[in-house]
């Protein structure tokens, strides 16, 4: 029996070139050195994620400041009222300097 398609035995080599390849694909990419998606941080305090604003300043949350209100300048701690910074106003006016 002649047949001109390869015979079974050059299927099998192939296939055993073809996963020996797969292979050292593999193994190359996993030796690789793994690249940093970010760069490094620098090692200082990090910005305060809720803040309240005074005069243009940034005022970190549970904070007192001075603040301008109806009644003249009060002193005010900066809060959260559910997903919202807000000032919580106390009746002590706030020293003179």
């Known amino acids: 029996m002649t047949g001109s398609g390869p015979r079974p ?5 192939l296939r055993w070139l073809l996963a020996l390849a797969v292979l050292l694909l593999v193994t190359e990419a996993a030796a690789e050195p793994p690249i940093a998606l970010d760069p490094p941080r620098l090692a200082q305090a ?11 300043r940034k005022i970190a949350e549970g904070s ?8 003249g300048r009060r002193v005010a701690t900066c809060g959260r009222v559910v ?7 106390t009746d002590t006016p706030c020293p003179e300097s």
């Open 9 to 13: 035995h050059r299927h099998r080599a």
């Open 46 to 56: 990090p910005e305060p994620l809720c803040f309240c604003w005074n005069d243009g």
């Open 64 to 71: 007192m400041s001075c603040i301008r209100t109806t009644q």
């Open 83 to 89: 997903n919202m910074m807000s000032w919580q106003i």
